[in-house]
């Protein structure tokens, strides 16, 4: 008897002390257990010259007090990734049932060959690493420049600077043009944004576009789907200390807000021009101005959630500009094409500021039979309100009040030469029906090209909007 309770006291002393091994090398399968990452995203930061390959690592951090099994790593772009794993000293893309010991660490090296010259690339290669435990997943975001280009992350101009066209431009993040310094963009220069990246211009910003070589901004995403959404950047600002901003044959297309101007210049000279400029596919406004000066010529405003927007009163001049929008599969035209009015509402009150506004040849135009009045004007308070159409082409239920009208013509069909929608073509001439209702019905301005460069007819009534008929 003796001989037995001896033996089961043994069996209880090796119990306990094999039963807290037993616990340390048991898995944790609680849903709830966590691993940490050295990083969220893995950037490669370089600038390809040449075809080749960089390599980074990440740690994965098991931080509980049991021992975790990976059920896997996987590199989601697969085979066909630009990106290649190596998993705790394995080169594969994908690894299964990795024991990772309690509060112990594993590398995962990542490398990644570009080809910058490969246009068929896009400017940010993107993939991502998928961790499988416990039912739970986790991933790791891998970011590298493709193509080869000018990269900015975070970027300040802080002395005057001149862009070449020599590579195209893709900015990621935040983008300033400081207090008093100019950026100018010489033509043929293509700028692609990403999706967090306004240029926001405190100084001057100076396009010199010219035709063929227009200068573009758009988003960076050039695959199929992305390419044509509108919002893919957040545009351009012009803050109250900008000043001078001059923009020749600029495209600005796909951004949230294309054109944002606020407040006056400081030195009481027009704060931006637009020369021949293009503005399409924005989600919000086309243009937006804020009790601010803006002068435009031959300048097409097309498709967007509101073509222009006039705030809280200012000083503005068009002259030969189309605005028209038309309901696609991005967005429904539901907004009149051109809106200003001369007051802003803070804290309930109402304050009104002079507004001093010239629409001259100007043809504004919307499709489908949601908006009645594709002009709409609103004033408020004591303050000027001086508003002119004059040889313009407008679409109304109601003649806009309080504004001058002057030959204009109502509710014409503008015959725009080739409209279709669902093909995603858009061309605003007025070439190809000479019965077109714009067609010499303009008067002569001081502008004598149309966007597309050519002639405005000399000596005898011009054409309205941003074409000529040649």
């Given at each position: 008897?003796?001989?037995?309770?001896?033996?089961?006291?043994?069996?209880?002393?090796?119990l306990?002390?094999?039963?807290?091994?037993?616990?340390?090398?048991?898995?944790?399968?609680?849903?709830?257990?966590?691993?940490n990452?050295?990083?969220?995203t893995?950037?490669?930061d370089?600038?390809?010259?040449t075809?080749?390959?960089?390599?980074?690592?990440?740690k994965?951090?098991?931080?509980n007090?049991?021992?975790?099994?990976?059920s896997?790593?996987?590199?989601?772009g697969?085979?066909?990734s630009?990106?290649?794993?190596?998993?705790?000293?394995v080169?594969?893309?994908?690894?299964?049932?990795i024991?990772?010991?309690?509060e112990?660490?594993?590398?995962?090296?990542?490398?990644?060959t570009?080809?910058?010259?490969?246009?068929?690339?896009?400017?940010?290669?993107?993939?991502?690493?998928?961790?499988?435990?416990?039912?739970?997943?986790?991933?790791?975001?891998?970011?590298?420049?493709?193509?080869?280009a000018?990269?900015?992350?975070?970027?300040?101009?802080?002395?005057?600077?001149?862009?070449?066209?020599?590579?195209?431009?893709?900015?990621?993040?935040?983008?300033?043009?400081?207090?008093?310094?100019?950026?100018t963009?010489?033509?043929?220069?293509?700028?692609?944004?990403?999706?967090?990246a306004?240029?926001?211009v405190?100084?001057?910003?100076?396009?010199?576009g010219?035709?063929?070589?227009?200068?573009?901004f758009r988003?960076?995403?050039l695959?199929?789907?992305?390419?044509?959404?509108?919002?893919?950047?957040?545009?351009?600002?012009?803050?109250?200390?900008?000043?001078d901003?001059?923009?020749?044959?600029a495209?600005?297309t796909?951004?949230?807000?294309?054109?944002?101007?606020?407040?006056?210049?400081?030195?009481?000279k027009?704060?931006?021009?637009?020369?021949?400029c293009?503005?399409d596919?924005?989600?919000?406004?086309?243009?937006?101005?804020?009790?601010?000066?803006?002068?435009?010529?031959?300048?097409?405003?097309?498709?967007c959630?509101?073509?222009?927007?006039?705030?809280?009163?200012?000083?503005?001049?068009?002259t030969?500009?189309?605005?028209?929008?038309?309901?696609?599969?991005?967005?429904?035209?539901k907004?009149?094409?051109?809106?200003?009015?001369?007051?802003?509402i803070?804290?309930?009150?109402?304050?009104?500021?002079?507004?001093?506004?010239?629409?001259t040849n100007c043809?504004f135009?919307?499709?489908?039979?949601?908006?009645?009045?594709?002009?709409?004007?609103?004033?408020?308070?004591?303050?000027i309100f001086?508003?002119?159409?004059?040889?313009?082409l407008?679409?109304?239920k109601?003649?806009?009040?309080t504004?001058t009208?002057?030959e204009?013509?109502?509710?014409?069909?503008p015959?725009f030469?080739?409209?279709?929608?669902?093909?995603?073509?858009?061309?605003?001439?007025?070439?190809k029906n000479?019965?077109?209702?714009?067609?010499?019905?303009?008067i002569?301005?001081?502008?004598?090209?149309?966007?597309?460069?050519?002639?405005?007819?000399?000596?005898t009534a011009?054409?309205l909007?941003?074409?000529?008929?040649?």
């Amino acid at each position: 008897m003796m001989r037995f309770i001896s033996g089961l006291i043994f069996i209880v002393i090796v119990l306990i002390f094999l039963l807290p091994s037993c616990r340390k090398d048991a898995f944790i399968t609680d849903v709830n257990a966590r691993i940490n990452v050295s990083a969220d995203t893995v950037r490669f930061d370089t600038v390809f010259t040449t075809t080749g390959s960089v390599t980074q690592s990440l740690k994965i951090i098991n931080s509980n007090s049991g021992k975790l099994l990976l059920s896997s790593i996987k590199l989601m772009g697969g085979s066909n990734s630009a990106y290649k794993l190596n998993i705790n000293g394995v080169p594969k893309n994908e690894l299964t049932n990795i024991e990772l010991a309690a509060e112990d660490s594993m590398y995962v090296f990542v490398s990644v060959t570009i080809n910058p010259n490969a246009n068929n690339l896009p400017f940010i290669v993107k993939d991502s690493i998928e961790i499988l435990f416990n039912g739970n997943k986790k991933y790791i975001q891998l970011e590298a420049y493709g193509q080869n280009a000018h990269f900015l992350r975070n970027h300040t101009i802080s002395e005057n600077t001149i862009w070449p066209n020599d590579l195209p431009y893709v900015v990621i993040g935040s983008f300033f043009i400081d207090t008093a310094i100019s950026l100018t963009i010489d033509p043929g220069c293509k700028i692609y944004l990403h999706a967090d990246a306004p240029i926001i211009v405190d100084g001057s910003l100076i396009v010199n576009g010219n035709k063929n070589n227009e200068v573009i901004f758009r988003g960076d995403r050039l695959d199929e789907y992305y390419r044509d959404l509108p919002a893919g950047w957040p545009g351009i600002y012009f803050r109250n200390k900008s000043t001078d901003n001059v923009m020749r044959f600029a495209i600005i297309t796909n951004a949230y807000q294309a054109l944002a101007v606020q407040n006056p210049a400081e030195n009481n000279k027009t704060k931006l021009t637009l020369h021949q400029c293009i503005i399409d596919n924005a989600f919000e406004n086309g243009i937006l101005s804020i009790n601010s000066s803006l002068e435009a010529d031959n300048t097409l405003i097309s498709n967007c959630g509101n073509n222009i927007s006039i705030q809280a009163g200012g000083k503005y001049s068009f002259t030969n500009c189309t605005a028209a929008s038309y309901s696609n599969s991005f967005m429904l035209h539901k907004t009149p094409v051109l809106q200003a009015n001369n007051f802003f509402i803070e804290n309930g009150s109402i304050s009104s500021s002079d507004l001093d506004a010239n629409f001259t040849n100007c043809i504004f135009w919307g499709d489908g039979g949601i908006v009645d009045d594709e002009t709409v004007f609103e004033k408020k308070g004591t303050g000027i309100f001086n508003v002119t159409l004059n040889h313009c082409l407008i679409k109304v239920k109601t003649e806009p009040p309080t504004v001058t009208l002057n030959e204009v013509l109502k509710n014409q069909d503008p015959l725009f030469d080739n409209i279709d929608v669902g093909k995603k073509l858009y061309d605003f001439r007025t070439t190809k029906n000479l019965s077109a209702p714009g067609i010499d019905n303009g008067i002569n301005t001081d502008f004598s090209k149309d966007l597309d460069d050519n002639p405005r007819i000399s000596g005898t009534a011009t054409d309205l909007g941003c074409y000529e008929k040649q």
